[in-house]
């Protein structure tokens, strides 16, 4: 199971100052950070960044296992993707379209998780907006002129 690391900034009482020692045997010279250390930072190294590597790993399996979960309990699950497009200038934004549901719902009850994938500039946040029962719509807030965002729509059958 992904254990979070509990990031520290390294911090000492004289932020941004370094001292410069020349090393006399070869020419070079060492950088170390001045002041007293206030807080010790977290390390970067291989075993902290590996630890973020397995846990976005986690979260993957995790998702897999839940939507085969889903697909064996009959959900249906439909999968769709949309260009939107912004003709507005910024900071305004048009970009809100409507998507049709390939199969109607009994309620509103669903959950749509949008990706973008193909942005073309600042997308902002996808927003996912007026779930129907026959479709929801999709726009984003930032000043992209167009993102192509691939959806995924969950359920929309408990009463």
């Known amino acids: 199971m992904y254990q979070p690391t509990d990031w520290r900034n390294h911090t000492t009482d004289k932020p941004g100052r370094y001292n410069i020692t020349k090393n006399e045997d070869d020419g070079t010279y060492n950088i170390t950070r001045a002041g007293n250390v206030m ?3 977290t390390p970067q190294d291989q075993a902290h960044f590996n630890n973020l590597e397995q846990g976005v790993f986690d979260a993957h399996i995790a998702i897999s296992i839940l939507a085969n979960a889903l697909r064996q309990q009959s ?4 999968m769709g993707e949309i260009e939107l497009t912004n003709t507005a200038a910024f900071p305004f934004n ?12 009994e309620n509103g009850e669903y959950i749509v998780i949008p990706v973008a994938t193909a ?3 600042n997308i902002g946040e996808v ?5 129907l029962t026959n479709g929801f ?8 002129p167009r993102v192509t ?4 729509v969950i359920g929309g059958y408990l009463k």
């Open 127 to 131: 927003v996912v907006t007026d779930r």
């Open 94 to 105: 048009n970009s809100t379209k409507s998507v049709p549901l390939v199969t109607h719902k």
């Open 75 to 78: 959900w249906e699950i439909e």
């Open 137 to 144: 719509k999709l726009g984003y807030t930032g000043s992209a």
């Open 149 to 152: 965002v691939k959806y995924t």
């Open 39 to 41: 807080q010790q930072g």
């Open 119 to 121: 942005p073309s500039g």
